[in-house]
T-cell receptor, first 114, second 114 residues
Framework: ETGVTQTPRHLVMGMTNKKSLKCEQHLGHNAMYWYKQSAKKPLELMFVYSLEERVENNSVPSRFSPECPNSSHLFLHLHTLQPEDSALYLC?????????????FGSGTQLSVL | KQEVTQIPAALSVPEGENLVLNCSFTDSAIYNLQWFRQDPGKGLTSLLLIQSSQREQTSGRLNASLDKSSGRSTLYIAASQPGDSATYLCAVRPDAGNNRKLIWGLGTSLAVNP
């Protein structure tokens, strides 16, 4: 398997649930990202991990908790979400250094919070 | 504050037409600009990345140009095909900082009709 893989593809959860999104990249990259994509809004960068260290936390509410155990895996732990958190959550990866830094995205997790 | 605008928001063309998608940005001091393609309910695919020192990049039937002084980039698609139907997004990286933050447009939704 190649590229960036996200699971699950779809998730429906209640506001009191706890769930986790998983992302795995097989590209040898050392930077990974979580993005949120809502209708009629630009993509919102949530978190950036570079060499497994979090380098960006873009004022994201604490009900979203990222985890990067190694350079190939990234998780987004979710708890007590709100209906406005329903969106497509995208994981991406890239090389940390150099000028060739194209982002490679997974297919996303479509999250619905009831 | 850097802002990215894409016009038109939607475009419908017959198969075989050459077409141009536009992306404008308010601050000419950018590090690079990327064009992405997104199919419905899917992640993004990087099409072309133009460094601030470059004027254009080409890949197959796609050609992206960059004019920093006027704050504009165009994506030219030659001999359009129904398979080109997707949303096309541009994103500007403002600086070389470690957070890899991109400023995104809302995209142009393209429909190529057989």
């Amino acid at each position: 398997e190649t590229g960036v893989t996200q699971t699950p593809r779809h998730l429906v959860m209640g506001m009191t649930n706890k769930k986790s999104l998983k992302c795995e990249q097989h590209l040898g990259h050392n930077a990974m990202y979580w993005y949120k994509q809502s209708a009629k809004k630009p993509l919102e960068l949530m978190f950036v991990y570079s060499l497994e260290e979090r380098v960006e936390n873009n004022s994201v509410p604490s009900r979203f908790s990222p985890e990067c155990p190694n350079s190939s895996h990234l998780f987004l732990h979710l708890h007590t979400l709100q209906p406005e958190d329903s969106a497509l959550y995208l994981c991406a990866s890239s090389h940390q250094a150099g000028t060739s830094e194209k982002l490679f995205f997974g297919s996303g997790t479509q999250l619905s919070v009831l | 504050k850097q802002e990215v605008t894409q016009i038109p928001a939607a475009l419908s063309v017959p198969e075989g037409e050459n077409l141009v998608l536009n992306c404008s940005f308010t601050d000419s001091a950018i590090y690079n600009l990327q064009w992405f393609r997104q199919d419905p309910g899917k992640g993004l695919t990087s099409l072309l990345l133009i460094q601030s020192s470059q004027r254009e990049q080409t890949s197959g039937r796609l050609n992206a140009s960059l004019d920093k002084s006027s704050g504009r980039s165009t994506l030219y698609i030659a001999a359009s095909q129904p398979g080109d139907s997707a949303t096309y997004l541009c994103a500007v990286r403002p600086d070389a900082g470690n957070n890899r933050k991109l400023i995104w447009g809302l995209g142009t939704s393209l429909a190529v009709n057989p």
